[in-house]
């Protein structure tokens, strides 16, 4: 087999990504469904419409092609939108390949079925989910087609398939770390985008540091309380893919969590928000999971409700606030039981 990486699709994630592999591997292939786009990546080497001002390496290959892209391939990696994973997984499956290593960097969950997007791909690849590494971690896709000092983790089930995500990517300008516990990475990866809107709407509103400290800290609780319910290691939400992608998703113009709820705060509808953002908004799908999979575990997730109420339900981010702040007095440590934490302590 080849030292080929194919990269699936050409978002501003992926071609950041395509960026860091391309400095480790000879042949990147790039796909895209649109064709202008390809032309664009092969010809002036820029992505303009996801990176504007970015000049991506030359041995980076655009295609429309999935056959093209990923035939020969070492390691396939998918960063879909959540919304579409289970298609571009489909349309992987004819030109996969037993020995590839697949690795996904999509942070969400299937909404209809509030599946992993783990889940997602083994289901539509016909493969064990130990078969999939998840990429993870505090990584805007605009510092890091940058060159900016960067640090991830990859997660699986297969300590050796980590470990060669692990050597698939990093580099002096990306740094990665390997973790097991892939049930908390990926909870993790999905659920701090509902608290980097909650985080958006409190700069909006001008509610200042403090609140938006409070709501980061709480925030984090929460996240590890419904990933404890599911059987994630705690440890993995005071990590990378924890509490450092929250903070650098909470507080980034870069990120578009943020921004949305930032215009959701000053009091713009959501429609329109949406309409202004141009690209994904990964969070608003995954309020709408993470409330089902909240109400289907009896787990208290305060925040994603509120959130819930403003995105689906037409209340006021003040008046989710005034509700936040209103709750029944609670005792900070209750999110994990003793019992819970002394499990992960002997």
């Known amino acids: ?83 579409g994973m289970r298609q571009v997984a489909r349309s992987l499956k004819p030109h996969w390949k037993e020995e590839m290593l697949c690795v996904h960097a999509t ?42 000092p ?14 060669r995500a692990q050597d698939l990517f990093m580099n002096n300008d990306f740094r990665v770390y390997t973790n097991r516990d892939m049930l908390g990475v990926e909870l993790a990866g999905a659920l701090k985008n509902i608290i980097a809107l909650g985080a958006g709407m409190s700069d909006g509103l001008g509610y200042g540091d403090n609140a938006k400290a409070a709501l980061i800290t709480r925030g984090i609780a929460e996240i590890s309380r419904v990933g404890v319910e599911l059987g994630a290691n705690p440890l993995t939400f005071a990590g990378l893919a924890g509490i450092g992608d929250l903070v650098v ?23 329109e928000v949406l309409g202004s ?15 089902a999979i909240s109400a289907k575990l009896g787990v208290q997730m305060p925040i994603t409700d509120q959130i819930y109420h403003v995105l689906f339900l037409g209340r006021s981010p003040r008046e989710a606030v005034e509700a936040l702040m209103g709750r029944d007095p609670k005792a900070e440590l209750e999110s994990i039981s003793q019992e819970t934490w002394e499990q992960w302590h002997t």
Request: charged content about 20%.
């Open 1 to 83: 087999m080849s030292d080929k990486v194919a990269v699936l699709v050409a978002g501003s994630w992926g071609t950041a990504l395509a960026s860091v592999l391309a400095a480790n591997h000879p042949e990147v292939y790039l796909w895209t469904r649109n064709a202008s786009q390809s032309e664009e990546i092969n010809a002036k080497h820029t992505n303009e419409r996801y990176l504007p001002g970015a000049v991506l390496p030359g041995n980076i290959i655009a295609t429309t092609d999935m056959a093209e892209a990923v035939a020969g391939a070492k390691a396939v990696v998918i960063v879909a939108p959540s919304s």
């Open 107 to 148: 942070k969400g969950f299937e909404t209809e079925t509030m599946k992993r997007m783990s889940t997602v791909i083994s289901e539509e690849l016909g493969c064990d989910e130990d078969r999939i590494v998840v990429l993870s971690g505090p990584s805007h896709a605009e510092e890091v087609v940058r060159h900016c």
């Open 277 to 291: 953002m141009g690209m994904v908004v990964e969070g608003i799908r995954t309020t709408q999971a993470a409330y």
């Open 249 to 271: 998703t909470a507080t980034s113009k870069h990120s578009r969590n943020w921004r949305a709820g930032s215009l959701l705060g000053q009091g713009k509808p959501l429609d």
């Open 150 to 163: 960067t640090t991830v983790v990859v997660a699986s089930l297969d300590e050796k398939a980590a470990i």
